[in-house]
């Protein structure tokens, strides 16, 4: 079984940095599909980035465009998600998850939450004024 264990949150200031990890456990090979996903309290998940894990496309979304990065570490079967220029805004819990996209014959939007079948517990992300 596909375990995910998510690391690295944290509480920040305005403009701070704060480097996730997402670790995947008990797995044969690598899901395809890998994301991070938020929520934050009263609102619902919702997606952040996300990486094909085959050839390390990745897919942002606009809430953290250009502040956001997800990277991976296949050595370590990692996947990372850098977050530079924090904004409060950006205060929720952090879920890693993943999906066998390809065995699924997942494509297009990769930021349904609905696709992904293992999660992780949360990190919890807090950024202050």
């Known amino acids: 079984q596909v375990q995910l264990v998510e690391s690295g949150g944290g509480s920040v200031q305005a403009g701070g940095s704060l480097r996730l990890s997402c670790v995947v456990f008990g797995h044969s090979y690598s899901p395809e599909c890998m994301g991070w996903f938020r929520q934050a309290p009263g609102k619902e998940r919702e997606g952040v980035a996300t990486?094909?894990?085959?050839?390390?496309?990745?897919d942002y979304a606009d809430s953290g465009k250009g502040r956001f990065t997800i990277s991976q570490d296949d050595a370590k079967n990692t996947v990372y998600l850098q977050m530079n220029s924090l904004k409060p805004e950006d205060t929720a819990v952090y879920y890693c998850?993943?999906?066998?996209?390809?065995?699924?014959?997942?494509?297009?939007?990769?930021?349904?939450?609905?696709?992904?079948?293992?999660w992780g517990q949360g990190t919890q992300v807090t950024v202050s004024s």
């Open positions: 998850a993943a999906v066998y996209c390809a065995r699924a014959g997942y494509s297009g939007n990769y930021f349904r939450t609905a696709w992904y079948t293992y």
């Open positions: 990486i094909y894990t085959g050839d390390g496309n990745t």
